[in-house]
Nanobody, 125 residues
Framework: QVQLVESGGGLVQAGGSLRLSCAASGRAFSTYAMGWFRQAPGKEREFVGVSRSSSVTYYTDSVKGRFTISRDNAKNTVYLQMNSLEPEDTAVYYC???????????????????WGRGTQVTVSS
């Protein structure tokens, strides 16, 4: 079992930055691929990016160049650094974990076995 707890959300003006954290409990954190998703009101949960390992990350096109995922395996924590935030980035952000990941399946919420409860990010214009 893996438990995930997100933190770091809040209200920020357009153009600002936030760093989200996701702390994981349980063993073998380094063996899990850690994904970030977001869900805006009335919309489906959307893939943001995933850390397959400390050196391998993938992002959806809309956040490339603005968002960065990093992880500290010693602290069992994955981070989502968000820069140049836009009102369209407003959503609840979730982290998720899976032990089996391929490029083809990374964007699907059903790929992930464990989920946090989410943290709200609101970007004002």
């Amino acid at each position: 079992q893996v438990q995930l707890v997100e933190s770091g959300g809040g209200l920020v003006q357009a153009g600002g930055s936030l760093r989200l954290s996701c702390a994981a409990s349980g063993r073998a954190f380094s063996t899990y691929a850690m994904g970030w998703f977001r869900q805006a009101p009335g919309k489906e949960r959307e893939f943001v990016g995933v850390s397959r390992s400390s050196s391998v990350t993938y992002y959806t096109d809309s956040v490339k160049g603005r968002f960065t995922i990093s992880r500290d395996n010693a602290k069992n924590t994955v981070y989502l650094q968000m820069n140049s935030l836009e009102p369209e980035d407003t959503a609840v952000y979730y982290c998720a974990a899976t032990s089996v990941l391929t490029l083809a399946t990374a964007v699907r919420p059903t790929t992930y076995d464990y989920w946090g409860r989410g943290t709200q990010v609101t970007v004002s214009s």
